[in-house]
Each structure stands twice: as structure tokens, then as C-alpha cells.
């Protein structure tokens, strides 16, 4: 087997962490990050990471109950903040003795990190400035993950080389933290870990996958696409703040905007409140990204892709892409 001794030392932090051989998530992707996929990551030496999305505890538990069955590696959970039931979930993830919880989209409600370290899990949050990271830090988050926005789904407004550059000087040294974002190539990889990350996060990259189950149109969309293509989304009315997500443009991203006014309306009209406003958008991304990832319409799904998609060009197993990363970061270490 071969051995990649330079990555390997930068990741040994990561990879302890996360009980992986390396410290390379696939992070969690609604849809397609499910029993398939992220146990074919953890069984390649990587970190599988369940998306639980808009997902009921019911579901939850037998996705868990059924990754298991693939793999006895190491794999965590994405819980999305705003989810209704989100201790209930916490529970179904102490039920199954998850070992890493990663919580996603927004400051995580009171107690559920508490809830989560309860149940002997390590807790992996994701931080879009300083401040918020030290302060998720300093209350119980045991690692961080940093996430430009190159990369695809909900994005934050700044690039991944600025955050790393803000955050790794300060925080690496003494935390566990990850970089997602426009990771393509190992190389990327290798810089980052240099900078002091303790490993990496990849979505884009692993989405057309050879286990991954996405839909052929789906994967043939990605393969299709350069960097250019895959567009952040755009607010069309101020009152109404949506976290931007970037997609394959497509006829869905109109969709979007007309989904957008509508929301506006009944936001005036008082008919609903913020928080239901914004639940609304969540749940048109969520049936949006279902219909491309497991349907395969590719005009009016929402095709969530990072900027990295340029470098997807075909069909490969797990193991070879982690392979490949692997390879680039070590010859990009070696002419160091
Ligand atoms: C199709 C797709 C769906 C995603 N869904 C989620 C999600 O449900 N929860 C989440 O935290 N991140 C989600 N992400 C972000 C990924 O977990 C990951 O952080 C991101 O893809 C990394 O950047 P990259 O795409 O440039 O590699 C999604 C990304 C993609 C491409």
C-alpha cells in the first residue's frame, strides 16, 4: 500500500480526531451523503458524514442503523441547526453511539451542545466569523470546519483562501480545525494543511462518486460543468435574507427567485413570521435538490455544486479520488 509520509504527519492531528486513516471529510451533502456514500468514505480511510437534512428521527435512525451495516469505521452526523427536532435527533445519535456530530446552518440552540457532549460525542461546528468561532469553541465545540464561499450548498459570503489566512493563524495551533471550500486537487489540500489546518473537507469533489447514488443526469451535469457554472444564488428582496447557495444555473435558479417574492408576500401580508419565512426557503432548497439528486431533473432541480465541479470529469470510486488527493498533496509537499 502506498504510504504518503508528509500529508500523513500534517494530518496526524485530523485524523486522530475524527479515529480516521485520514483526516479527509466528505461533507455531509442533503440527499446524497446517505448510507452508500459515506460508508464507502469511512471504509476508504476517509470521514463519511450522514446528511440528516430535513429528515424525521425516525428516518435518521434507520439510516444510522443501515450505514452501520456497511461499515465499522468512524462516521459522523450533520444536524442542521433550525431543524424542529433537533433533539430528538441528538437522541437517535446517542441511541447509535455516534461518535462525531457535526452541526450545521446557523448558531446551534441552547443546550443541544451541551445534549450532544452528554452523549459522549465530539461536537464539529462550522463558524463564518472569529468572533463566533472562539465563542462556539470556548462552549464545548471540540473542532471547527471553515467554509469558503467557492464551495457548494448554503455559502457564507468569503472566500476559503481569506478565511484560512484569518482563521488558522489564530486558532490552529490550539484547535482542531478544518478547510472546505474549492478543494479540488491535493495540492489545495497540502496548502492548507501547511497553513495549519488539521485536515480538510471536501463535498463537491466526492459527489459523483461511483457509490454515490446520485442520479446518472445528475452526476452527467457535474461532469459537463466548468467553474463558471456553478452560481451563488441572489437575493431579490432585502426584508428577506436567504443564505445564498450555489448551484448549477438552470431553470431552477429562476424558480428561486420567483419562490423568493412569493415568501416576500406572505411576509408582508403577515401571514407568516421570519423564522417561518425562512423554513420555507429551506424546504424549497431541500424538495429542489431532492429532485435532482434522486430524480434527475436537472432543469428545475437545484444542482448544488462548488466552484471545484470543473475538476469533476468522471465516474470514480472513493478510494481512487482519495488516492489521487493523497498523491497530489505528497508530490506538492515533496517539492517543497
Ligand atoms: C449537493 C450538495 C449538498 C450539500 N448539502 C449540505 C448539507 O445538507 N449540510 C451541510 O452542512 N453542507 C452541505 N453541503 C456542503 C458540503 O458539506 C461541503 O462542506 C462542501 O461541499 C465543501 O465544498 P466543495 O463543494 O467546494 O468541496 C452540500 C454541498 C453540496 C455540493
Not at 62 to 77: N, R
Not at 181 to 204: D, K, N, P, S, W
Not at 304 to 325: F, N
Request: proline share 4%; aromatic share 6%.
Amino acid at each position: 500500500m502506498t504510504s504518503y509520509p508528509k500529508t500523513t504527519a500534517l494530518m496526524a492531528r485530523g485524523a486522530e480526531f475524527l479515529g480516521s486513516e485520514h483526516a479527509i471529510l466528505c461533507g455531509a451533502m442533503s440527499w446524497v451523503s446517505e448510507r452508500n456514500l459515506v460508508s464507502a468514505i469511512s471504509n476508504a480511510g476517509g470521514f463519511g458524514v450522514i446528511a440528516c437534512g430535513a429528515m424525521t428521527p425516525e428516518l435518521l435512525d434507520t439510516e444510522i442503523a443501515e450505514t452501520k451495516k456497511l461499515t465499522d469505521k468512524p462516521f459522523g452526523v450533520n444536524l442542521i441547526t433550525m431543524h424542529p427536532q433537533i433533539f430528538e435527533l441528538i437522541d437517535i445519535c446517542k441511541k447509535h453511539a455516534v461518535s462525531h456530530v457535526v452541526l450545521a446552518g446557523g448558531i446551534p440552540p441552547k443546550g443541544s451542545v451541551e445534549a450532544i457532549k452528554e452523549s459522549g460525542a465530539k461536537v464539529i461546528v462550522f463558524a463564518p466569523t472569529l468572533a463566533l468561532a472562539k465563542k462556539l469553541l470556548r462552549s464545548g465545540g471540540d473542532a471547527l470546519v471553515i467554509e469558503g464561499m467557492e464551495a457548494g450548498g448554503h455559502i457564507g459570503p468569503v472566500a476559503t483562501s481569506v478565511l484560512a489566512q484569518e482563521f488558522l493563524p489564530e486558532l490552529a495551533e490550539d484547535h482542531v480545525v478544518f478547510v472546505a471550500g474549492g478543494i479540488g486537487r491535493g495540492e489545495a489540500m497540502a496548502g492548507y494543511l501547511e497553513m495549519g489546518a488539521a485536515g480538510v473537507q471536501l463535498g463537491t469533489r466526492f459527489a459523483c462518486a461511483t457509490e454515490s447514488i446520485a442520479h446518472p443526469d445528475f452526476k452527467k451535469a457535474f461532469f459537463r460543468a466548468k467553474a463558471r457554472d456553478a452560481e451563488a444564488s441572489v437575493q431579490v428582496d432585502p426584508r428577506l435574507p436567504v443564505i445564498p447557495v450555489r448551484a448549477l444555473k438552470n431553470k431552477g435558479t429562476e424558480e428561486f427567485t420567483a419562490k423568493q417574492r412569493e415568501v416576500a408576500q406572505l411576509l408582508d401580508e403577515g401571514k407568516v413570521d421570519m423564522g417561518e419565512a425562512q423554513l420555507q426557503i429551506e424546504h424549497f432548497w431541500a424538495g429542489a435538490l431532492r429532485r435532482a439528486v434522486i430524480e434527475g431533473d436537472v432543469e428545475s432541480g437545484s444542482i448544488m455544486a462548488g466552484q471545484s465541479v470543473g475538476m469533476v470529469t468522471k465516474e470514480e470510486p472513493v478510494a481512487d479520488i482519495l488516492q489521487q488527493l493523497l498523491a497530489e498533496s505528497e508530490e506538492a509537499l515533496g517539492r517543497r
